[in-house]
C-alpha cells in the first residue's frame, strides 16, 4: 500500500488538473461567445436619424462592487461586455451628427462605439445631454479632462441646477474652466432644435435630487420620437400622466430598475423611489398592444431578473406585450 501511495497521488493530481483544464475551456468559451456578442453589429445604415442603445444597466453595473450573490458572482471574474450603464447615442446621417444621452461610468466605450458605428468625424460628439447628478449619469465626463482626452468644448446640454452643480465643484469645474466642455442650458418642457432633423426637449421629474435636479428627454426625429427616462420616483408622484405621454411618443424608454419587491428583501416596496416594473405593466395594462409595445423597459439594477435570459420575469414583460430596451439596439426616427 505504501508504494501505491504516490501513484494514487499523481492519479488526484492529475484528475484534478483535467478539471481546472475543463473549467478554463469552459471559461474561455464563455468569453468568446460574449465577446463575439459584442461584435456583432446590426448593418450600418448611410442616411436618415437613428437611436442606437450603449447600455441598460443601472448606475453601478453589473456585476455590481462587493455583490457575490447569484446575480453578479460569475460576472465578478467572468464580466458580460454588452453590459454597459444606461446611455443612448444619437446618430443623425443626414446632417453628420452624433449625440449622446448621458455621459456614464463606461463613457469610454460608449463614445468609440457611437463614433465607430456612425462611422463619419470618428473621434467627435456633437452634443451630450445629461438627465442629472447620479453616479450612472454624468461621471463619464471626467474623461473629457486633461488627464484624458482633453476635450475642446464638448457641448453638454443640462438643466440650471445641474449646470450650477458642474460649474462649482471640482473636478468638473475644471472642465468647465478650461473649457473641455461647453455648457447649453436646458430649460424644462422648452423644445431645442437641434437641426432640421431632430428636437429635444428636457421634461422635470421627481427623483432624488441631492445634487440636481432630473430630467427625461423627449426627442422628436424626422418621422419618428421616443421619450428616455432612466430614473423616476413611482408614477403616481409625478404630476403629468406617463400613460398619456406614452401615446404622444412613437418609443418611450422608461425606468426599470427593480422588477418588483422581491429583490431586495427587507425593504418595504413603497421605499424605493422607483415604479416597478410589475406596477409599471399594471399601470399601463389598459393600453391596446400597439401603446404598449413602445414602452422599453431600461436602466436594470444587478438584481433585476429581466437581465436573466429566459427568466420567468423577462417572458412575463414580453407576453404582457411590452419591451426589453437590448445592449446596441437600433430604431431608425
Ligand atoms: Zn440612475
Ligand atoms: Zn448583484
Ligand atoms: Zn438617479
Same mark, same amino acid.
Given at each position: 500500500m505504501k508504494?501505491?501511495?504516490?501513484?494514487?497521488?499523481? /492519479?488526484?493530481?492529475?484528475?484534478?488538473?483535467?478539471?481546472?483544464?475543463?473549467?478554463?475551456?469552459?471559461?474561455?468559451?464563455?468569453?468568446?461567445?460574449a465577446h463575439q456578442k459584442e461584435k456583432v453589429k446590426p448593418k450600418q445604415p448611410t442616411s436618415g436619424v437613428y437611436l442606437f442603445v450603449l447600455g441598460t444597466i443601472q448606475d453601478a453595473g453589473s456585476p455590481q462592487l462587493?455583490?457575490?450573490?447569484?446575480?453578479?458572482?460569475?460576472?465578478? #471574474?467572468?464580466?458580460?461586455?454588452?453590459r454597459k450603464i444606461v446611455s443612448?447615442?444619437?446618430?443623425?446621417?443626414e446632417n453628420q451628427k452624433k449625440y449622446l444621452f448621458e455621459a456614464t461610468p463606461d463613457f469610454v466605450s460608449q463614445w468609440s462605439s &457611437?463614433?465607430?458605428?456612425?462611422?463619419?468625424?470618428?473621434?467627435?460628439?456633437?452634443? /451630450?445631454?445629461?438627465?442629472h447628478a447620479h453616479i450612472g449619469h454624468y461621471t463619464g465626463l471626467i474623461f473629457l479632462g486633461v488627464e484624458s482626452m482633453n476635450g475642446d468644448h464638448v457641448p453638454v446640454?443640462?438643466?440650471?441646477?445641474?449646470?450650477?452643480?458642474?460649474?462649482?465643484?471640482?473636478?468638473?469645474?475644471?472642465?468647465?474652466?478650461?473649457?473641455? /466642455?461647453?455648457?447649453?442650458? &436646458?430649460?424644462? #418642457?422648452?423644445e431645442i432644435i437641434l437641426n432640421n432633423q431632430?428636437?429635444?426637449?428636457? /421634461?422635470?421629474v421627481p427623483h432624488r435630487d441631492e445634487y440636481s435636479e432630473t430630467v427625461g428627454f423627449k426627442v422628436q426625429g424626422p418621422n419618428k420620437s421616443f421619450l428616455f427616462i432612466p430614473d423616476i420616483n413611482k408614477w403616481n408622484l409625478w404630476e403629468t400622466s406617463i400613460v398619456e405621454m406614452i401615446k404622444e411618443v412613437d418609443y418611450a424608454f422608461l425606468d426599470g430598475s427593480f422588477y418588483d419587491g422581491e429583490e431586495l428583501p427587507n425593504r418595504y416596496m413603497d421605499e424605493i423611489p422607483h415604479p416597478f416594473i410589475s406596477e409599471s405593466m399594471e399601470l399601463f395594462s389598459a393600453l391596446p398592444e400597439e401603446e404598449k409595445s413602445k414602452v422599453h423597459f431600461i436602466h436594470f439594477n444587478h438584481t433585476n431578473p429581466i437581465l436573466i435570459k429566459d427568466s420567468e420575469q423577462r417572458e412575463?414583460?414580453?407576453?404582457?406585450g411590452f419591451q426589453i430596451a437590448e445592449f446596441h439596439q437600433m430604431i431608425e426616427l
Open positions: 508504494k501505491l501511495l504516490p501513484y494514487l497521488f499523481s /492519479i488526484l493530481f492529475l484528475l484534478s488538473c483535467q478539471q481546472d483544464k475543463k473549467h478554463e475551456v469552459v471559461e474561455h468559451e464563455k468569453k468568446e461567445e462587493g455583490c457575490y450573490r447569484d446575480c453578479c458572482r460569475d460576472l465578478q #471574474s467572468n464580466p458580460d461586455p454588452t443612448l447615442g444619437l446618430i443623425d446621417y &457611437l463614433n465607430s458605428f456612425a462611422g463619419f468625424d470618428t473621434n467627435k460628439v456633437d452634443g /451630450i445631454f445629461l438627465t446640454f443640462t438643466m440650471p441646477e445641474m449646470s450650477k452643480f458642474l460649474e462649482s465643484n471640482g473636478p468638473w469645474s475644471q472642465l468647465v474652466k478650461v473649457g473641455n /466642455i461647453e455648457l447649453k442650458a &436646458l430649460t424644462n #418642457s422648452k431632430i428636437s429635444v426637449e428636457a /421634461i422635470q412575463k414583460v414580453l407576453q404582457n
